[in-house]
């Protein structure tokens, strides 16, 4: 059974910090790209940040120069470092894998909040 395990969300005060974590179990395949997702009430899910096996980075205009993604492919884990949080960036976020052999996997969701 495939599982998609994330933690670190919660309440923050604008201009703090988060650090998201997202490990993955039971995947068969190698793990292709690895992204994280966030959708806020009223809004389409959009992407936020993504990172290929070798290495290679794309992210939202929203977030670039205030996140960072990066992968551990020996424990399957993509983690998200959110700096300088605003109170737009409130949402739920959402892991995301997709393997070799086109599976994608989703996680079940963790709330970020910015608020004062």
């Known amino acids: 059974q495939v599982q998609l395990v994330e933690s670190g969300g919660g309440l923050v005060q604008p201009g703090g910090s988060l650090g998201l974590s997202c490990t993955a179990s039971?995947?068969?395949?190698?793990?292709?790209?690895m992204g994280w997702y966030r959708q806020a009430p009223g809004k389409q899910r959009e992407l936020v940040a993504a990172?290929?096996?070798?290495?290679?980075?794309n992210y939202a205009d929203s977030v670039k120069g205030r996140f960072t993604i990066s992968r551990d492919n020996a424990k399957r884990t993509v983690s998200l470092q959110m700096n300088m949080l605003k109170p737009e960036d409130t949402a739920v976020y959402y892991c995301?894998?997709?393997?070799?052999?086109?599976?994608?996997?989703w996680g079940q969701g963790t709330q970020v909040t910015v608020s004062s």
């Open positions: 995301n894998m997709e393997s070799y052999g086109n599976y994608i996997y």
């Open positions: 039971g995947i068969t395949f190698r793990i292709k790209l």
């Open positions: 990172i290929t096996s070798g290495g290679g980075t």
